[in-house]
């Protein structure tokens, strides 16, 4: 009997980047002869709701999450909070991207402030919630400690904060994504090895920048690249990839479980 092919998840991307729209046909037919079957799209603002929305309904391997990234905090128009409650009842889709960056220009108060409506969103709704953190993992820690209902299935995106850091998400059952980053970081490893295989994911976050000219970079930018990352990530783990495959796919069902059962 032969043995099902391995089937890729991409757990954080922006395929409605600019530099990506023209090329959506391309990239989707290498990502699916790749074996990259589900892609988790992330809106960054207001303006790319209806766009990842459109995109998801067209493509079905994409699923669309919907929210306002910490980079483009002031971007956000009077009642965004009340437009997005608006399409997500409307439309199968989780909330992200999302988070605290100590590390942009956008007021940090206006930051913690969109992300706590986002949060508490996730959380009515039961919706799966993408969290961005840069230099503000005390901060986050204490919002998702401190969260009086329920919290929402979670994804860390790109993790790169401390093993303390690391624990303490875990504890408030997080999912934990890590980038290419990881095959060029070495200080990234301590943490990726001490995730649970049960909550690991792995990312392009690929945003539409231009394709390596060395594949040994593994700086790989769209859907369609990352099945090397898995293939280091396997490997890392001392694992063989076929299982490594089916475990993190399965972490995926289990985050988006409360929008797409299984
Ligand atoms: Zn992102």
């Known amino acids: 009997m032969r043995e099902t092919a391995a089937r890729y998840l991409d757990s954080h991307c922006h395929l409605q980047a600019s530099r990506f729209i023209p090329e959506m046909s391309r990239i989707m037919a290498r ?33 669309p999450f919907l929210g306002i990234h910490p980079w483009f905090a002031e971007s956000a128009r009077a009642d965004w909070e009340v437009r997005l409650m608006d399409l997500l009842l409307q439309v199968p889709a989780g909330i992200g991207e999302c988070g605290l960056d100590k590390s942009c220009r956008a007021d940090f108060s206006l930051q913690q402030q969109l992300f706590a409506t986002q949060l508490q969103m996730a959380s009515e709704l039961r919706r799966p919630l993408v ?26 995106h790109s993790f790169s904060g401390s093993i303390e850091t690391l624990q303490r998400l875990i504890r408030l059952g997080c999912f934990i994504s890590f980038s290419p980053r990881l095959a060029t970081d070495s200080t990234i490893h301590p943490c990726f090895l001490a995730t649970p295989l049960t909550r690991l994911l792995l990312e392009t976050d690929g945003q539409g920048r231009p394709a390596p000219a060395n594949e040994q970079t593994m700086v790989y930018d769209e859907p369609a690249a990352i099945p090397l990352l898995y293939q280091s990530a396997a490997r890392m783990r001392d694992m063989e990839l076929h299982t490594f495959c089916h475990e993190i796919w399965r972490n995926g069902e289990i985050f988006t479980d409360t929008l797409f059962p299984r």
């Not at 988790?40 to 998801?56: G, H, S």
């Not at 969260?147 to 929402?152: D, I, M």
Request: include cysteine; hydrophobic fraction near 45%; proline fraction near 5%.
């Open 31 to 63: 990502a699916r002869t790749a074996g990259v079957t589900r892609i988790f799209c992330n809106a960054t603002r207001e303006e790319e709701w209806r766009t990842v929305v459109d995109l998801a309904a067209r493509e079905e391997e994409v699923l």
């Open 131 to 156: 969290i961005h953190c840069v230099r503000a993992w005390g901060r986050l820690l204490e919002l998702l400690e401190g969260c009086a209902g329920p919290l929402p299935p979670m994804m860390i």
